[in-house]
C-alpha cells in the first residue's frame, strides 16, 4: 500500500498500521481522536463527515469525542469500515485530503502533539502469562522443582489492578514508600522501595457493547470483543510486593504507575502478523478454548536511559512467548459472569523468553540483584535508580514496513519527602 503522506520504511506508522490515539496542541487545546501516519497525525474529528459507511454514517459523532471509548463501543464491523475509509482517504490515489488548503486544516506534526490516555479505563486486570516469567520466578523463590503454582497451566492467572494511576507515556514515577522486610524474621521497616523494577507487557483494550452481569464469553467468541493493544510497563516494587502479597497478591507494589503507549495499534493491523498459539498441556477447559490464532510476533525492546543520556538496550523479547492468550484471558475473566466495558484494560504480565536477556524485567535479568547488569556508561543495575527513564518499544516487521507502537517511556523520580 502506498500513502500520499512520507515515511520511512522504518517507521512505525505506515498506512498498513493506523493506530487510534487522543491528543491536543498548543493552538487548540481540545483533546481529540487522531491516527498517527507517518510522522503525522490525522485529526479525525476533522473530517467525520467522511466517514459516510453503513456502520459509521449515524455514528460519526464518536470521532468528536475526547476519548475512544464511544469508537471501541460500536464494534468490529465499524472498525473496519473505519480502517478501510481512512486507508482510502490516506492512499496516494485520493485526492480528497491532498488539496494544500485541506491538509493544513487536517493533518498535526506529532513533534507538535501533547498525547493522552487514548480512552477511559473503567478497569483494569494483569494476567501472568509468559510460562518463562512464572518459571523464573518460581525457580527464585520455590526451587526448580516447584517453579510454577499447581493452577497455573490451568487458568490464566491474573488480578485487578488499579485503573486510576495507569498514565500515559512521558508521565513521571515516583519511587512509592511502604512497608518492606529486609531481614528475614525482623521487624518490618516502612521506607522508599529499594528495588525498583519494570515489568514488560502488552495490553488490550476491551471493545463492543458492554456486557450484562452475569453474562461470559467463551474463547471461541471472544476475539470480537478485542479492539487493539498498547505496549506497558507495570511499574513494581519488588521488596513491597514481597512483604505485602500473601496471601491476596500484589497492592501497593504495583497501584503506584503503570504506563501505556498513547497509540492503540488495531488488532486489524496486527493481522498479519499472526502466529501458531503455543501448545498448551493439559488441554484447557472447554470455555478457554478457541482454534483460531491469537498469538502475534510482536519484537520488544527494553532500553534504560540515565540521567546522563546514555542509552542501554537491556531487554529483546516477544510476544509470542504468550503461554495464555488474549482470548483465552477474557474468556476467564468472564466465565463467573463478571461484565466488561469497552475502555477496559486487560494485560500479559511480564513477557520474558528463553534467553536470559529475554527476560522482561529487572528481578529476571539481574536474578534477583546476584548478577547486575552492565549498561553502556560504564555503571551496573540490579534495580532500577532515580533518574533512570525505561523506554519500551514494540514493532512487528512486515514486507517493507513495519508496525509499530510508538516509545511507551517513563522516567523514575526520586521518593517525595513529604
Not at 64 to 83: H, I, K, S, T
Not at 213 to 235: C, E, Q, R
Not at 241 to 250: A, I
Not at 390 to 410: A, E, K, L, N
Amino acid at each position: 500500500m502506498e500513502s500520499f503522506v512520507e515515511y520511512s520504511p522504518d517507521c512505525d506508522f505506515p498506512i498498513e498500521n493506523l493506530p487510534y490515539g487522543v491528543f491536543c496542541t498548543t493552538n487548540n487545546p481540545q483533546k481529540r481522536i487522531g491516527v498517527a501516519i507517518g510522522n503525522e497525525i490525522l485529526d479525525l474529528s476533522a473530517i467525520t463527515h467522511l466517514f459516510d459507511g453503513p456502520q459509521l454514517k449515524n455514528h460519526q459523532d464518536v470521532f468528536r469525542q475526547d476519548c475512544l471509548n464511544d469508537f471501541m463501543a460500536l464494534g468490529r464491523p465499524a472498525w473496519v469500515e473505519a480502517r478501510n475509509k481512512l486507508q482510502h482517504l490516506l492512499s496516494t490515489g485520493n485526492p480528497v485530503l491532498q488539496e494544500p488548503n485541506t491538509r493544513s486544516k487536517v493533518f498535526v506534526n506529532q513533534n507538535e502533539a501533547t498525547m493522552h490516555m487514548p480512552a477511559k479505563i473503567g478497569d483494569y486486570t494483569d494476567f501472568y502469562s509468559s510460562i518463562h516469567h512464572a518459571t523464573n520466578v518460581g525457580m527464585m523463590f520455590r526451587g526448580k522443582e516447584n517453579a510454577l503454582m499447581p493452577n497455573w497451566k490451568h487458568l490464566p492467572v491474573g488480578y485487578h489492578g488499579r485503573a486510576s494511576s495507569v498514565v500515559v507515556s512521558g508521565t513521571p514515577i515516583r519511587r512509592p514508600h511502604g512497608q518492606t522486610l529486609p531481614i528475614e524474621d525482623a521487624d518490618p521497616v516502612f521506607c522508599p522501595s529499594r528495588l525498583m523494577d519494570f515489568e514488560l507487557e502488552v495490553a488490550f483494550f476491551v471493545g463492543g457493547p458492554p456486557t450484562n452481569l452475569g453474562d461470559a464469553i467463551p474463547a471461541s467468541k471472544a476475539y470480537d470483543h478485542i479492539f487493539g493493544m498498547v505496549t506497558m510497563n507495570d511499574w513494581s516494587a519488588r521488596d513491597i510486593q514481597k512483604w505485602e502479597y500473601v496471601p491476596l497478591g500484589p497492592f501497593g507494589a504495583k497501584n503506584f504507575g503503570t504506563t501505556i503507549s498513547p497509540w492503540v495499534v488495531t488488532m486489524e493491523a496486527l493481522e498479519p502478523f499472526k502466529v501458531p498459539n503455543v501448545p498448551q498441556n493439559p488441554t484447557p477447559f472447554p470455555y478457554l478454548q478457541h482454534s483460531d490464532s491469537c498469538n502475534f510476533d510482536i519484537k520488544l525492546e527494553v532500553d534504560i536511559k540515565p540521567p546522563n543520556g546514555i542509552v542501554s538496550t537491556v531487554c529483546r523479547s516477544n510476544y509470542k512467548y504468550q503461554y495464555w492468550t488474549p482470548q483465552q484471558q477474557l474468556a476467564h475473566h468472564t466465565v463467573t459472569g463478571c461484565n466488561i466495558n469497552p475502555g477496559d484494560l486487560m494485560a500479559s504480565g511480564t513477557i520474558s523468553g528463553e534467553s536470559a536477556d529475554s527476560y522482561g524485567s529487572m528481578l529476571e535479568l539481574a536474578w534477583k540483584g546476584t548478577r547486575p547488569i552492565p549498561l553502556k556508561d560504564g555503571t551496573k543495575r540490579k534495580f532500577l535508580q532515580d533518574g533512570d527513564e525505561v523506554i519500551i518499544r514494540g514493532y512487528c516487521v512486515g514486507d517493507g514496513y513495519r508496525v509499530g507502537f510508538g516509545p511507551c517511556s517513563g522516567k523514575l523520580l526520586p521518593a517525595s519527602t513529604a
